[in-house]
C-alpha cells in the first residue's frame, strides 16, 4: 500500500491490517468458543481465566494503541450475551435523562449503540434519534430494531472525529453537516477512546455537532496515581511474552497504565476526575458529576457553554 493510501485511511480513521492483529483478534475468537464449552465446568473455566489474563498482559504490551481499538471492537462481536434484545433503561439512567436530556422531540445522537437498547427507550419517549456503531454485527441488528426512520451509521469514535473535523464521504459527510440538541455516548463507550489526542478529537467534533446541547459519558475512572496495578503469575508471564513480541515489531516500550485488557471486553481507559475534566476543557465545558441516587458508577454531562458547574 502506498504512502498516500496510508496517509488517507489514518484522516479516515483507519489503520493497515496486519499480522499481528489478525492474529489476537482469531485469539478472541477461540477463547470466545472455549467460554461457550467452559460453563458448568469450574475447572476449564479456571484454567481459561488464567488464559485471558495472560493474553491480556501480552496483548499490552505487543499491540499499538490503534490496534488495541479495533481488537476492542471485534471482541464485541463474538460475545452473544451483548447481542440480547432489551430496549429498558436503568433507573438511573432514567433519571439522568430526566435531569440532563432536552424534551422530545429533541434530535440526539447515541454514540456506540450496540444493538440499540438506550436509543430505542429514546424513541420510544418521542426523540428523533440517530445512531453509530462501530461493531459490524451490532450495526445491522441496530437498523432493525430501530426501523428506517433512524439512521444507523457503523462507525468508531475516531472515524466520527475525522469526518466532522477533516471531511469524509457518504454518511460520514452527511454527519459533518448534522446538529442535534443532545449526545449521548453508549454505556461505558467513552473508556474504549484509547488514545489521549483521540479523546480530545472525539470532544471536539462533538462539540461541532451539539453546539448548545448537553454531551452525556459514562466511563471508567480512578484514582489519580500512577501506582501500577499488582499482578499476578498469568499477568507476569503475558508481559514478558508481550515485551519480545513489542522489541521484535520495534514497538516503544510500555503504554500508559491507564489502559487495561479485560476479559471479554476489550481495551479500556480508565480516567481520573481531573482528566474528565480537563478534556470538557478543551472544548470550554464544565463538568457535571453525576452523583448520589442518579446512578452507580461514572458518569458526568458536559454542559454546554458557561453554565455552572454541579459537584454534588
Not at 492483529?21 to 473455566?45: N, T
Amino acid at each position: 500500500m502506498s504512502e498516500e493510501a496510508l496517509q488517507q485511511r489514518k484522516v479516515r480513521g483507519e489503520s493497515p491490517s496486519g499480522l499481528a492483529l489478525a492474529a489476537a483478534v482469531a485469539w478472541c475468537r477461540i477463547q470466545s468458543l472455549a467460554a461457550r464449552a467452559a460453563v458448568g465446568h469450574a475447572f476449564l473455566r479456571r484454567l481459561l481465566d488464567s488464559g485471558e489474563r495472560l493474553t491480556g498482559a501480552l496483548f499490552c504490551e505487543a499491540l499499538r494503541i490503534d490496534e488495541k481499538s479495533r481488537l476492542t471492537v471485534c471482541i464485541y462481536d463474538f460475545y452473544p450475551d451483548y447481542k440480547r434484545v432489551d430496549a429498558s433503561l436503568n433507573s438511573w439512567e432514567e433519571a439522568w435523562f430526566e435531569k440532563r436530556m432536552p424534551r422530545p422531540p429533541a434530535r440526539i445522537l447515541v454514540g456506540a449503540c450496540g444493538s440499540g437498547r438506550e436509543a430505542v427507550a429514546l424513541v420510544e419517549r418521542g426523540y428523533a434519534v440517530d445512531a453509530l456503531e462501530p461493531a459490524p454485527e451490532f450495526a445491522p441488528q441496530a437498523r432493525r430494531r430501530l426501523g428506517p426512520a433512524t439512521r444507523v451509521m457503523q462507525l468508531t469514535y475516531e472515524q466520527l472525529s475525522a469526518a466532522v473535523l477533516t471531511g469524509g464521504a457518504g454518511a460520514a459527510e452527511e454527519l459533518r453537516a448534522a446538529r442535534y440538541d443532545a449526545v449521548l455516548l453508549g454505556y461505558g463507550s467513552l473508556a474504549h477512546v484509547l488514545d489521549v489526542r483521540e479523546q480530545r478529537r472525539l470532544l471536539r467534533a462533538l462539540d461541532l455537532l451539539c453546539p448548545a446541547g448537553p454531551i452525556l459519558a459514562t466511563f471508567l475512572c480512578g484514582a489519580d496515581s500512577s501506582e501500577p496495578a499488582r499482578t499476578g503469575r498469568a499477568e507476569r508471564l503475558g508481559g514478558r511474552i508481550g515485551r519480545g513480541l513489542a522489541r521484535l515489531r520495534r514497538l516503544p516500550p510500555g503504554g500508559s497504565n491507564r489502559l487495561s485488557y479485560r476479559p471479554r471486553r476489550g481495551f479500556a481507559y480508565t480516567f481520573t476526575r481531573r482528566e474528565i475534566e480537563e478534556l470538557a476543557g478543551t472544548v470550554g465545558r464544565p463538568v457535571a458529576w453525576e452523583c448520589g441516587t442518579v446512578q452507580p458508577s461514572h458518569c458526568a454531562t458536559f454542559l454546554p457553554g458557561a453554565a455552572p458547574v454541579n459537584r454534588a
